[in-house]
């Protein structure tokens, strides 16, 4: 932990955060607002999906989780062996590249191979930055540390999602053309390039933290891929099903039953501002109680989201659901702060950048599977095939809780430290 001991003005490990969580919150934004708007540019229009429409949106959005996982542990060892913010510029400067080439096409085979290379940069930003925020903190406060990323990360997907939302809602109401779509793109590139600027400027002359000179790939994956940090990634995977299918429809969805757009976003956007308070908090209490016991608060919070939303699909939107739906959604929240602080210590210096690319790995993955497995259960079984779908996340979550739970024991946390701005 070179760059948090050997630093004791604090200035390096400032900086080096600052940065990783502003880099963070520019990529999200800018994947956040593209998202959005994903399906309804490929099909040029707002509403009236047919089975067959869905079925190309969501193969064209599921390639970029496929180019993801597909390849971010290449990133991971790059990450390690190159260095961490070397791939994350890269990573960022390709991600603004193709963002630019997106706007000039409305061909679903290029939106598609475009689509896969953005998975690829999405995870060799993801993964070199959880590796900082890893190497720039201790055990003592790292769940804090973790809780901020999380923040901003989260902050950065509905923030961006919120203004994609408001464009087709301005849409909608006539107020722009739809051929404005390619400008989201325009947007979204500028955004990108203006985090690069930001990340560069903060780490001009910071010392290489984390990278091991000489290692072969095969030490540094075998450090990486353990028991002990799978049963911590896999609960993701379902997850990020659930949140996958649920972002790339949402917009397209709210506009074929006549919800405002503008409402939704306005929700979306506060949901955002939300996160940016509670999740260092949530990290916060997992330095404090230990991160399997907010990871079960987490787990706990999930099933009674799925439980609320699938009872206000088949009885609708009534207040009586809607409340209790959010109020889990708070102690939900508190999963990826606590489990990604548990992911970090986990992790071994030698492979920290390809034990966080796992994590990437996962969620991508199951961003892929939530597009697959929900849209042909919804297809195939209608609002059935969302109860199929939002059970079948609870159960998974609570049995990998379980697993966990019993193959693995969590030391007694220690004093919390005040962690170092």
């Known amino acids: ?219 540094i994956l075998s450090g990486a891929f353990r028991g002990s940090v799978l049963l911590v990634t896999l609960p993701w995977l379902v997850i990020y099903m659930l949140i996958g299918y649920i972002l790339v429809f949402v917009g397209t969805a709210s506009a074929s039953v006549g919800f405002p757009d503008t409402y939704i976003a306005a929700g979306i956007g506060a949901g955002g501002a939300v996160l940016v308070v509670t999740q260092p908090r949530f990290g916060q209490l997992a330095d404090r109680y230990g991160r399997t016991r907010l990871m079960n608060v987490g787990v706990a919070g999930f099933v009674g989201v799925m439980l609320f939303a699938s009872l206000a699909i088949a009885y609708g939107p009534y207040v009586e659901l809607l409340v209790p739906l959010g109020v889990c959604v708070l102690p939900a929240l508190g999963y990826g702060p606590a489990a990604l602080a548990a992911l970090a210590d986990l992790s071994r210096a030698l492979s920290r950048g390809t034990t966080m690319a796992i994590y990437s790995l996962t969620i991508s993955l199951g961003m892929w599977l939530g597009l697959i497995v929900g849209t042909q259960l919804v297809a195939r079984l209608g609002n059935e095939g969302y109860y199929l779908f939002f059970g079948g996340v609870a159960a998974a979550l609570v049995v990998l809780t379980l697993v966990r739970h019993l193959v693995m024991r969590e030391p007694t946390p220690g004093p919390v430290t005040t962690p170092a701005r």
Do not use: C
């Not at 050997?6 to 998202?35: N, Q, Y």
């Not at 599921?62 to 990450?79: C, D, K, Q, Y």
């Open 1 to 219: 932990m070179a760059g948090a001991v050997d630093d004791p003005t604090g200035e390096l490990h400032r900086r080096s955060l600052v940065a990783v969580f502003g880099a963070t919150f520019f990529v999200r934004f800018a994947f956040g607002i593209t998202l959005a708007v994903f399906a309804s540019y490929i099909l040029g229009k707002l509403t009236g999906l047919s089975g067959g429409d869905e079925g190309t949106v969501g193969l064209v959005s599921a390639l970029a989780p496929i180019g993801e996982f597909s390849t971010v542990l290449l990133s991971g060892v790059l990450a390690d062996r190159v260095g961490r913010f070397p791939v994350l510029f890269g990573g960022m400067t390709g991600a603004a590249v193709l963002f630019g080439f997106v706007a000039l096409t409305r061909s679903v085979v290029a939106l598609g191979a475009l689509n896969f290379v953005f998975g690829i940069a999405s995870g060799a930003i993801l993964a070199s930055s959880l590796a900082v925020v890893a190497d720039r903190s201790t055990e003592k406060e790292r769940g804090f540390e973790m809780g901020r990323f999380d923040a901003m990360n989260l902050a950065g997907w509905l923030g961006g999602f919120a203004f994609g939302i408001g464009i087709l809602g301005f849409i909608q109401g006539g107020r722009l053309p739809l051929a404005f779509l390619p400008w989201v793109f325009v947007v979204g590139a500028a955004v990108l390039f203006a985090g690069l600027g930001f990340t560069a400027l903060l780490v001009r002359g910071l010392p290489t933290v984390g990278v091991v000179r000489g290692a072969s790939i095969g030490t």
